[in-house]
């Protein structure tokens, strides 16, 4: 039975933490990433900052979770990798996914979302989603339909007139990739679509602080609908007409897939910038090209995710109240799990600033170091491996091409930055 509570931070150290952690990680905006934010935050290096600080304040107070000197609900920081994997196994109970900061965001856009549900909902869109995602097959049923579709799209970007591409080409590309792959060839060219969700996420930025774009919202979901209907064979939405249920809300699960595979694109831009810093890295992925699994560029991928988690705060809410290894927990706590502290922090140990792709290949435990970029236990992304097939398939039409990376983001044989923004790489045929 727990008796102790967490320690408690001082004002100034919960200053330090609102300053150095959450300030950045919500600004460069959480839900859809601010372009000159990002650009700030690549400069000034703050994934770094936030990681020395939650070092900082392990070595002040030790490894018990940590609650923050705030008024309201009790906020306690994760800083030991056993606590954070203890917390992402007792989700729902009692460790809610579904936190009431996570409701009041995702409610601008998918309020019906599995994420954002508690539950026998939650439990009815979490199998929905395991079902259309293929959740535990590692090579979706849709792989080859999906393989087509990537190597047209990403074809093109391979002969640039001016030799150079960039993110805004790159990203064009990538979100008819989305669109085919999510709702079938009829919306390949929607790009209001898009556009719409975009504006959703970034009102959703904002999470209760600005009223809710309800008239966007109805339009966006008409549109939606409109794709829905027509459930494309070969597209994830020929699995939704054959999977859905009453209590599903499919199309809200459906929007979360279109938004999720925004920063998917963002890694494999990232995961490219490492291959053209590590040569023989990008000779290997070249090897592997003709064969079947691509294990080594999904390991790359995984590489990009642990040094630039794009899902870099993972929350909880208890629903009761909660023993975590010994520590009482109150009742109503938000906990909050800093990723890029564990993936770059001291328990990361020497791995912590290199590119490693082989400790996905050789079953190092990276768990037990708190290292999880698709989370781990009941909530862990669904998508996990859809999202690493088919980055590995877009790698493998990029790399087809000799690219170097102009902007030097990535310095070849030094330390890895911890903060990269997809948006300033840009990749020169060699
Ligand atoms: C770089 C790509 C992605 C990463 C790193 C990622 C990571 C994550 C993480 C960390 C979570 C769990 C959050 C938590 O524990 O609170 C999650 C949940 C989820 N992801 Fe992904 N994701 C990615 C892309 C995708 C894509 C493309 C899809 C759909 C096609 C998707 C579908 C989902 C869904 C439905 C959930 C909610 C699961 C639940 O409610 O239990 N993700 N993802």
Not at 380 to 386: D, N, Q, S
Request: proline content about 7%; aromatic content about 8%.
């Amino acid at each position: 039975m727990a008796q102790r509570g967490p320690s408690r931070a001082t004002a100034g150290d919960t200053l330090a933490f609102a300053l150095h952690v959450a300030l950045p990680t919500l600004g460069k905006g959480v839900l859809i990433r601010r372009r000159s934010v990002l650009a700030l935050a690549d400069r000034m290096d703050t994934d770094a900052r936030a990681v020395r600080t939650l070092t900082r304040l392990r070595s002040t107070y030790g490894n018990r979770p940590l609650q923050l000197k705030l008024p309201g609900r009790p906020r306690v920081v994760i800083l030991s990798p056993e606590d954070a994997m203890e917390v992402l196994d007792n989700t729902s109970t009692p460790f809610m996914a579904a936190s009431d900061d996570k409701q009041s965001a995702l409610a601008h856009f998918e309020p019906g979302v599995s994420l954002a549900s508690r539950g026998a909902e939650r439990c009815d869109r979490r199998s929905f989603n395991e079902q259309v995602l293929a959740s535990e097959e590692v090579s979706h049923p849709c792989a080859a339909a999906f393989e087509t579709i990537i190597d047209d799209e990403l074809g093109p970007l391979l002969l640039p007139p001016d030799g150079q591409l960039d993110w805004d080409t790159f990203s064009e590309a990538w979100f008819r990739v989305v669109r085919r792959v999510v709702l079938g060839e009829g919306a390949r060219d929607d790009k209001t679509l898009t556009r719409q969700l975009a504006g959703l996420r970034k009102a959703a930025n904002w999470a209760f602080l600005r009223p809710r774009r309800k008239r966007l919202l109805k339009a966006f979901y008409a549109r939606l609908d409109t794709h829905l209907e027509r459930a494309e064979p070969g597209s994830l939405a020929s699995r939704v007409a054959a999977s859905a249920s009453p209590g599903d809300a499919p199309a809200h699960q459906v929007a979360h897939w279109l938004f999720a595979y925004d920063p998917a694109g963002m890694a494999v831009f990232r995961t490219l910038a490492l291959l053209c810093a590590d040569p023989e890295a990008y000779e290997r992925a070249r090897k592997e090209r003709a064969t079947e699994n691509l294990g080594f560029m999904r390991a790359c991928m995984m590489e990009s995710l642990r040094l630039w988690p794009t899902t870099p705060a993972i929350l909880r809410q208890t629903s009761e109240n909660a023993d975590l290894n010994g520590c009482a927990i109150a009742k109503g706590s938000g906990v909050i799990i800093f990723a890029p502290f564990f993936h770059r922090g001291p328990s990361a140990g020497d791995i912590a600033h290199r590119f490693t792709p082989d400790i996905w290949q050789d079953g190092q435990t990276v768990d037990q170091r708190g290292v999880f970029p698709f989370s781990a236990g009941p909530a862990r992304c669904p998508a996990r491996h859809l999202v690493l097939m088919t980055s590995a398939m877009a790698l493998r039409r990029l790399i087809e091409q000799q690219w170097r990376e102009e902007s030097g983001a990535i310095p070849a044989g030094g330390d890895i930055p911890a903060t990269l923004s997809p948006y300033r790489l840009i990749f020169q045929l060699r």
